[in-house]
């Protein structure tokens, strides 16, 4: 079943993200996810950009509520090193920076001020990483 939202076709599964931390490279797309649920990870983090220190990871999972680049879901799972969010930072939505449809090398907090305008849209598409 597809679901069509912000002329993006989306799968109505889950679609797993990796992480890598962005190294000066720009994202090429990003999105809102409206958090489902967020929880320390069980295990290692593991990232292709990592080189020697393995820190702990967090795993979100939660809805695309918009989007610039085909994430190709309508929900996303993403396991991020703690260092980059904690879980006390983190509000009811995500702004994450992609740098290709499966990879993201950017995740911050949606201020409470911005869901609580209703202006969540306009917010999203001025930001970068």
């Known amino acids: 079943m597809l679901i069509q939202g912000n ?12 992480w890598e931390w962005s190294d000066g490279r720009k ?12 929880k320390k990870s069980n295990g290692l983090f593991y990232s292709p950009s990592l080189v020697d220190h393995i ?3 967090i795993t979100l999972k939660g809805e695309v509520l918009f989007s610039t ?3 190709g879901a309508q929900k996303v799972k993403l396991k991020f090193p703690e260092p980059e969010l904690n879980e006390q ?34 917010w999203y598409k001025n930001q970068d990483c």
């Open 89 to 122: 930072e983190l509000s009811t939505y995500v702004f994450l920076g992609f740098l290709d449809t499966d990879t993201c090398i950017c995740i911050k907090t949606v201020p409470d001020e911005v869901t609580k305008s209703g202006d969540l849209e306009s």
């Open 55 to 57: 820190p702990d990871g």
């Open 27 to 38: 994202i090429t797309g990003k999105a809102i996810v409206k958090i489902e649920e967020i």
């Open 69 to 71: 680049i085909e994430v």
């Open 7 to 18: 002329a993006m076709v989306f799968s109505t599964t889950t679609k797993k993200l990796g």
